[in-house]
């Protein structure tokens, strides 16, 4: 029998808090992840021009301007009888020395609590909205796509290849953060162009780095000052509605900015004080990662966090589940492997085998396919503490591993996988240990659970020569038996599963024998 019942749209809220501004957008999300936006609200505050100076703190005063501004939106929220609210803050809360505090005091002024998303969230955030906003651009198809977000606080880059993330990075080049950092007040505004140019190129040296930008075809500029730009420039040439500006166009119109004080562009452009404090930075961020670039012309994407957050919203399962950003997971977490030159040929076996106890054990763990891929991350990175120090190794994984930024995968998330990869060797998990004890009651249930199956997976690549080829898990009343398929002697793969099981009798309640497959008891 067909069900046609049909679900009342819902009406949902984004809050961004971002180095200049805090964002509202009001969305009715109806069935089939339809979004129709239905009003949108900022308020200038800088919290940037606090954080990114000297004392990296947020004033009271800020603090003030922040809260009077939430209380704002709560009006036009309860207005629309909003009953979901996410609220997100990116770099200037998070790098605050009392970004905590502060938003604690937000919670207790307001009602709403700000989650502060990590760089890899961001970037996933960001991709979900322009690759909605741009769905049918053939950008989206191109061999080697950036995608560029030059925000207050930092810089936001994706690569694409064939549409899909090969590698991300967010960099510390925002307008806002360099009007404060170097106090370019102080300075005439020729040598305010000059440093910024300075600062921008060493960036850019690290960039190249990390993304091959030379072969970049696509380009797909994101954020509020190169849609100004673009407006601008497309005004003068008689076509307002276009979202693509020629190389040419684009860097001509940056060179002619850099030439006028704030003063002077506000009042030549028509800009707000604010708008014009950003403007010239951001374009030259724009300008000079254009340049690095084959591109031919800048593709202009409305996207926003904030609108990748309304995605995530629409689709509530868009978080949890692996099979939408499975591979550019694994593919960012590839790259970094590759920056700690680590051992891929072990880490893709170890994963492999550990994906086969996971699929094994199901019944047992009842774990979420999300899971899985978060063992799949540590399996893949778990020797990466090895580029420190080949002793104490898994304790170097752990921390490497919770200061890395993964594409796709949250804070919490890559807390677990940083303390997965930490127990693939050495002690089992303790009270003792803080980065576990600082996980909630559920998160070490699923790092206990993960790198039982870890421990024994490694254990069975213990020489790097990936010659287990596939396992067999055989139920029995008091020991469940691992039945290894694979070439050669398997003695000492064996003797070091055996050695290992002991988180995993723990876990599973059953003691594990390890055998050859072929091979009675």
Same mark, same amino acid.
């Given at each position: 029998?067909?069900?046609?019942?049909?679900?009342?749209?819902?009406?949902?809220?984004?809050?961004?808090?971002?180095?200049?501004?805090?964002?509202?957008?009001?969305?009715?999300?109806?069935?089939?992840?339809?979004?129709?936006?239905?009003?949108?609200?900022?308020?200038?505050?800088?919290?940037?021009?606090?954080?990114?100076?000297?004392?990296?703190?947020?004033?009271?005063?800020?603090?003030?301007?922040?809260?009077?501004?939430?209380?704002?939106?709560?009006?036009?929220?309860?207005?629309?009888?909003?009953?979901?609210?996410?609220?997100?803050?990116?770099?200037?809360?998070?790098?605050?020395?009392?970004?905590?505090?502060?938003?604690?005091?937000?919670?207790?002024?307001?009602?709403?609590?700000?989650?502060?998303?990590?760089?890899?969230?961001?970037?996933?955030? /960001?991709? +979900? !909205?322009?690759? &909605?906003?741009?769905?049918?651009? @053939?950008?989206?198809?191109?061999?080697? *796509? $950036? =995608?560029? #977000?030059?925000?207050?606080?930092?810089?936001?880059?994706?690569?694409?290849?064939?549409?899909?993330?090969?590698?991300?990075?967010?960099?510390?080049?925002?307008?806002?953060?360099?009007?404060?950092?170097?106090?370019?007040?102080?300075?005439?505004?020729?040598?305010?162009?000059?440093?910024?140019?300075?600062?921008?190129?060493?960036?850019?040296?690290?960039?190249?780095?990390?993304?091959?930008?030379?072969?970049?075809?696509?380009?797909?500029?994101?954020?509020?000052?190169?849609?100004?730009?673009?407006?601008?420039?497309?005004?003068?040439?008689?076509?307002?509605?276009?979202?693509?500006?020629?190389?040419?166009?684009?860097?001509?119109?940056?060179?002619?900015?850099?030439?006028?004080?704030?003063?002077?562009?506000?009042?030549? /452009?028509? +800009? !707000?004080?604010? &708008?014009?404090?950003?403007?010239? @930075?951001?374009?030259?961020?724009?300008? *000079? $990662? =254009?340049? #690095?670039?084959?591109?031919?012309?800048?593709?202009?994407?409305?996207?926003?966090?904030?609108?990748?957050?309304?995605?995530?919203?629409?689709?509530?399962?868009?978080?949890?589940?692996?099979?939408?950003?499975?591979?550019?997971?694994?593919?960012?977490?590839?790259?970094?492997?590759?920056?700690?030159?680590?051992?891929?040929?072990?880490?893709?076996?170890?994963?492999?085998?550990?994906?086969?106890?996971?699929?094994?054990?199901?019944?047992?763990?009842?774990?979420?396919?999300?899971?899985?891929?978060?063992?799949?991350?540590?399996?893949?990175?778990?020797?990466?503490?090895?580029?420190?120090?080949?002793?104490?190794?898994?304790?170097?994984?752990?921390?490497?591993?919770?200061?890395?930024?993964?594409?796709?995968?949250?804070?919490?998330?890559? !807390?677990?996988?940083?303390?997965?990869?930490?127990?693939?060797?050495?002690?089992?998990?303790?009270?003792?240990?803080?980065?576990?004890?600082?996980?909630?009651?559920?998160?070490?249930?699923?790092?206990?659970?993960?790198?039982?199956?870890?421990?024994?997976?490694?254990?069975?690549?213990?020489?790097?020569?990936?010659?287990?080829?596939?396992?067999?898990?055989?139920?029995?009343?008091?020991?469940?038996?691992?039945?290894?398929?694979?070439?050669?002697?398997?003695?000492?793969?064996?003797?070091?599963?055996?050695?290992?099981?002991?988180?995993?009798?723990?876990?599973?309640?059953?003691?594990?024998?390890?055998?050859?497959?072929?091979?009675?008891?």
């Amino acid at each position: 029998m067909t069900d046609t019942t049909t679900h009342s749209p819902r009406v949902v809220a984004v809050l961004d808090m971002g180095a200049s501004a805090i964002r509202l957008v009001i969305a009715e999300i109806a069935a089939g992840r339809r979004i129709r936006v239905l009003e949108e609200a900022s308020r200038g505050v800088l919290l940037g021009r606090d954080t990114f100076s000297s004392a990296g703190v947020i004033k009271p005063r800020t603090a003030d301007s922040a809260f009077a501004a939430i209380d704002g939106f709560r009006k036009i929220m309860d207005g629309y009888g909003v009953t979901q609210v996410r609220a997100v803050a990116t770099s200037a809360v998070r790098e605050a020395r009392n970004g905590d505090l502060f938003l604690d005091r937000m919670h207790s002024r307001t009602g709403i609590q700000f989650d502060v998303i990590n760089e890899a969230e961001e970037a996933r955030l /960001l991709y +979900l !909205a322009v690759r &909605e906003s741009l769905k049918r651009h @053939p950008a989206l198809k191109g061999a080697w *796509t $950036l =995608l560029a #977000e030059v925000g207050g606080g930092s810089t936001n880059l994706t690569l694409l290849r064939h549409g899909q993330p090969d590698r991300s990075g967010v960099y510390a080049l925002g307008a806002v953060r360099f009007r404060q950092r170097f106090e370019l007040r102080r300075f005439s505004h020729e040598l305010q162009v000059s440093l910024l140019k300075r600062v921008i190129a060493n960036v850019i040296d690290e960039i190249r780095a990390e993304i091959p930008l030379h072969r970049v075809t696509q380009f797909v500029a994101i954020g509020g000052d190169i849609r100004m730009a673009a407006s601008h420039i497309h005004a003068q040439e008689g076509d307002a509605q276009a979202r693509e500006i020629p190389r040419e166009a684009l860097l001509d119109f940056s060179a002619e900015i850099e030439k006028l004080d704030d003063e002077t562009l506000a009042t030549r /452009l028509r +800009l !707000a004080a604010v &708008e014009a404090d950003t403007l010239m @930075p951001s374009m030259l961020i724009f300008s *000079t $990662l =254009l340049s #690095e670039t084959a591109a031919r012309r800048a593709i202009v994407s409305d996207a926003s966090l904030r609108s990748g957050v309304l995605i995530d919203l629409a689709e509530p399962e868009a978080q949890v589940a692996a099979q939408d950003f499975e591979h550019q997971v694994l593919a960012s977490a590839e790259a970094l492997g590759h920056r700690f030159r680590y051992d891929r040929d072990h880490g893709r076996h170890v994963a492999a085998l550990a994906t086969r106890l996971f699929e094994e054990l199901h019944d047992e763990h009842r774990l979420a396919h999300r899971d899985r891929l978060l063992l799949q991350t540590a399996s893949l990175l778990h020797d990466v503490g090895v580029h420190v120090s080949l002793r104490s190794h898994h304790k170097h994984s752990q921390y490497l591993l919770a200061s890395a930024q993964i594409f796709g995968l949250s804070m919490d998330e890559t !807390a677990v996988v940083a303390n997965v990869a930490r127990y693939h060797r050495g002690s089992l998990p303790q009270r003792s240990h803080l980065p576990y004890m600082e996980l909630d009651l559920h998160e070490r249930l699923l790092v206990n659970k993960l790198a039982a199956l870890l421990r024994i997976a490694n254990a069975l690549d213990s020489e790097h020569l990936q010659k287990v080829k596939d396992l067999r898990l055989v139920r029995g009343d008091k020991a469940w038996v691992l039945e290894l398929v694979g070439a050669g002697d398997l003695t000492m793969e064996q003797i070091a599963a055996t050695a290992r099981a002991d988180l995993f009798t723990e876990v599973f309640g059953r003691d594990l024998i390890v055998r050859a497959a072929g091979v009675g008891a």
